[in-house]
């Protein structure tokens, strides 16, 4: 019965991150909705639910700040550092989005990127910048240089 289908998007790393979105189909049975966030309160998850659409809520939010920060830093407004401690102080993110751009992988950002763009227009569109990176091997933390430069461990230089 597809009515019961309901996805569960977990954030990385998944011992850490709290937030999971229930993820219902625009027609879904409601008791598995409740089912679903139940489960991931047993868990000590977060539940937020969302239809099922492209980019859920989290990474279409999520994307577009990356995308926009990506594009200041190809504009000239301001360093990937400056962006990023704009956000974490300015709006209480625990990292900026060129950090997290990093650590997830401009590659992954990209593919993300590029799915959005074609689901849902312009706004997804990947700059430059990220397409550069990315075809020069430029993939973040785990090639050890994205936005930053990171240490064979993993810390950023």
Known sequence: EPSRLVGMHFFNPVHVMKLVEIVRQPQGDADAVA?????SE??????????????????????????????????????PADIDTAMKLGYGHPMGP??????????????????????????????????????????GKKSGEGFYRWSPDGKRL
Do not use: C
Request: net charge neutral.
């Open 35 to 39: 089912r679903a966030v139940a489960f």
């Open 42 to 79: 047993r868990l000590g998850k977060t539940p937020i639910t969302v239809t099922d659409s492209p980019g859920f809520a989290s990474s279409r939010l999520g994307l577009v700040i990356g995308l926009e920060a990506m594009r200041m830093v190809e504009q000239g407004v301001a360093s």
């Open 98 to 139: 060129l950090e997290l751009t990093d650590l997830v992988g401009l590659d992954v950002r990209l593919q993300i990127a590029n799915y959005l763009a074609d689901a849902l227009g312009a706004a997804f569109e990947p700059p430059e910048i990220l397409r550069t990176k990315v075809a020069a091997g430029k993939l």
